[in-house]
């Protein structure tokens, strides 16, 4: 979606301008001293009247929302390999030990590794680094290999 502001236009989704907006309502607050010297009184802006509750719960929301992010960049990695009739074919060949699905789910453990380890780095301000996860690379065999394995 695009928004325009003060004539610039950004083309950023519902929830990047959600995260945006919580983000600077809570580094508003922690700079309430610059507000005064800027002249903002309190009657002039609701944020300034945000409680350390309201913020907390505001920044824990954002981070809930974050991981939420990270485990989909997971997912839509994952899936864009391999997904539906292929996971059948994988746990076939893994219960038989077959190399190539034991590649595969190596790979797919490598990707929720990941996953797992970024969590732990996801704060109210997330990364957009952190949702890449093309560092892991291709998934190392086809599903037509997997059948080529297995026989089918």
């Known amino acids: 979606m695009i928004y325009k502001l003060n004539g610039v236009e950004f083309n950023i989704n519902q929830q990047q301008c959600i995260n945006e ?17 800027m002249g903002i009184t309190e009657e002039e802006s609701p944020i300034y009247n945000l409680t350390p509750e309201q913020v907390a719960a ?4 954002q981070v809930a929302s974050n991981i939420q992010s990270l485990w989909q960049a997971a997912h839509d990695y994952e899936y864009a ?8 074919l994988l746990v076939l060949g893994v219960l038989q030990s077959k190399a190539k699905a034991l ?4 790979w797919c453990t ?6 797992y380890t970024r969590k732990l780095l996801v ?4 990364d957009a680094a952190l949702l890449d996860f093309s560092s892991i690379g291709p998934m190392p065999h086809t ?6 394995e297995l026989g089918i």
């Open 21 to 37: 907006v919580n983000w600077a309502a809570g580094d508003l607050l922690k700079n309430r001293d610059k507000w005064t010297d």
């Open 58 to 61: 505001n920044e824990a929301s």
């Open 81 to 88: 390999e391999i997904n539906g009739t292929g996971v059948g």
């Open 103 to 106: 590649a595969v789910q190596a």
């Open 110 to 115: 490598a990707i929720w590794d990941l996953y």
């Open 123 to 126: 704060t109210s301000t997330l």
């Open 143 to 148: 599903i037509p290999e997997l059948r080529t």
